[in-house]
């Protein structure tokens, strides 16, 4: 049923840029890529959302490459309270309402 | 704002019993979706209320139920529980704005089932 495909950990070193990658090929031109962030199993925290062009917001950068198929998610200066389970969905609209399609996230970890 | 709040935070249940869980949305959202999340996975959907019907549904079996009351707030029913049933379970809540549509998730009820 997932959409994404994300590697299933990465290091990063603390005060520098994260970029997490996401492959999701089958992208539709209407679904939007979200990301979330999971911490010790507390429920999954927004991060940011795109549908063509990149994003950026307080928390992050969202590149979103022309043909759809893949997405990075940069965090600019990674802080030990990043170390989390960061998630990329696609969300499909079917009708009037959504869902949202996780994959199995990457567990970024970053270190001092 | 209290954002989305879950009950019980824990809970333990023998195989074959039956096992009711709640969410209280957001305020200001109308839309509950539940999702189930196995050790190590990302979650996956269950189902979605809006106006009290069931809108959407992922792949799982009848003994997953659910309501939508008038003030927003839900159930997620589970019968028979078997010992797969064991996981996070969350809830989020949304008010779908095209475009501008965010899900908010709870902090999530732990199931164990023995």
């Known amino acids: 049923d997932a959409k994404t495909t994300q590697p299933p950990s990465m290091d990063c070193a603390e005060g520098r840029a994260a970029n997490l990658p996401c492959n999701h090929s089958t992208i539709s031109g209407n679904e939007y ?6 911490i010790h199993s507390q429920g999954p925290q927004y991060i940011i959302h795109g549908l063509k062009n990149n994003e950026t917001n307080e928390m992050a950068s969202l590149i979103i490459t022309e043909d759809r198929k893949s ?11 990043d170390t989390a389970v960061y998630y990329c969905i696609v969300r499909v609209v079917s009708g009037n309402f959504n869902k949202f399609y996780f994959g199995s996230g990457t ?6 | 704002d209290a954002g989305v709040t879950q009950s019980p935070t824990h809970l333990i249940k023998t195989r074959g019993q039956q096992v009711t869980l709640r969410c209280s949305p957001k305020s200001g959202h109308d839309t509950v979706s539940w999702y189930q999340q196995a050790l190590g996975q990302g979650p996956q959907f269950i189902f979605q ?20 009351f008038p003030n927003y707030s839900s159930e997620l029913n589970v019968n028979a529980l078997l010992l797969g049933d ?5 809830c989020a809540s949304s008010s779908g704005v095209m475009g501008l549509y965010e899900q908010y998730f709870g902090p999530g009820t732990r199931l164990t089932v023995t």
């Open chain 2, 86 to 90: 064991s996981a996070l379970y969350l």
């Open chain 2, 49 to 68: 209320y809006y106006e009290e019907e069931e809108r959407q549904r992922g792949n799982f079996p009848d003994r997953f139920s659910g309501h939508q």
């Open chain 1, 71 to 81: 997405s990075t998610l940069i965090l600019p200066h990674a802080t030990l309270r």
């Open chain 1, 33 to 38: 890529v979200y990301w979330y962030r999971q």
């Open chain 1, 107 to 112: 567990k970024l970890n970053v270190k001092p």
